[in-house]
């Protein structure tokens, strides 16, 4: 029987001290049954060099970027250095640990589910807790609920069902998007969609993808028997007050998107208004918890 090929495409910047623990990872424990190649991707990093010669010590390919061109575009640039259209993409961050099996798991599903385009592991956060990695798509009032309530009260109906935190995780199914922080997704499909959206520099571009993957009449499917763990945003702690501006504004983008016409403009202005006020208060706080010696969270 013909073993499945995957390709696992890791986006980097300023990740050399993660990615030692990922490469292990992968290249040790998270696959037997499959052929698997790595192709380290670095977004223009301070400590390129260094991801280099990790990457390298691995037997991995590592492909060095001249600008940060983003999540999305750091995986179209790792894309187009696959040859052929066969087996599958594996997209990951680069500060994640996976479980011994994982991808088996996921390309096990894979192979008896043809109707499915792209396969979400379970993602554990390091005190291992589930996060919500395989979502609704967000619907205008969920989002502004989740907007609105999301960090103060994130119990509320409209997270909680966004979120999907109420569903059972230990069976495989459908979700409206998958987290791009880990997926695995038919290389056919992914080059026939055109890969990522670019006008993400980062966030909602899963969401878009998920949507894009649903409109060819494929599935998104979450895989809990494969897992893997998150080892927290190494790459936006520095710069979280600039992150959150571009989360916000990839918000804005993808929900505008959804409400195109010009008899829409109110929608996008309310959208625009409410995204607005939450950056600020948002980033007030986040100030303030800092100033006292404390992380808040969004």
């Not at 990615?19 to 192709?39: G, K, M, N």
């Not at 520099?201 to 993957?213: A, C, H, K, S």
């Not at 494969?226 to 710069?239: K, M, N, P």
Request: charged fraction near 20%; charge should be positive.
């Amino acid at each position: 029987m013909t073993r499945a090929h995957v390709t696992t495409i890791v986006v980097a910047y300023n990740s050399s001290s993660v990615l030692p623990s990922l490469l292990a990872s992968l290249t040790q424990a998270a696959t037997e049954d499959v052929d698997l190649d790595v192709v380290v991707v670095d977004n223009d990093s301070r400590d390129r060099e260094a991801s280099r010669r990790i990457t390298e010590g691995t037997g991995a390919r590592f492909l060095a970027l001249d600008r940060n061109v983003g999540y999305g575009g750091g995986v179209n640039a790792g894309a187009g250095v696959v040859a052929g259209s066969d087996g599958y993409l594996l997209v990951c961050n680069a500060d994640l640990r996976f479980e011994a099996g994982s991808i088996d798991e996921l390309v096990r599903f894979a192979e008896h589910h043809p109707e499915v385009g792209a396969f979400g592991p379970a993602i554990l956060n390091e005190d291992g807790t589930v996060y919500p990695s395989a979502r609704r798509t967000p619907t205008l009032r969920e989002g502004i609920g989740h907007a609105l309530l999301g960090g103060i009260a994130p119990s509320n109906p409209w997270s909680r069902r966004y979120r999907e935190e109420s569903v059972s995780v230990d069976r495989p199914r459908p979700a409206g998007w998958l987290s791009g922080a880990c997926l695995l997704i038919r290389t056919e499909l992914f080059h026939r969609l055109g890969g990522f959206d670019e006008s993400y520099f980062m966030y909602f571009e899963d969401v878009d993808l998920g949507d894009r993957v649903r409109a060819t009449g494929q599935a998104n499917m979450y895989v809990p028997a494969a897992r893997v763990t998150h080892l927290g945003a190494h790459s936006t702690s520095e710069v979280s007050t600039r992150m959150l501006a571009v989360h916000h504004d990839s918000a804005y983008r993808y929900l505008s998107r959804r409400y195109p016409a010009w008899w829409q403009a109110p929608i996008r202005w309310a959208l625009r208004a409410g995204l607005w006020i939450r950056l600020k208060w948002v980033t007030r706080r986040r100030r303030s918890f800092a100033g006292a010696g404390r992380t808040a969270h969004p």
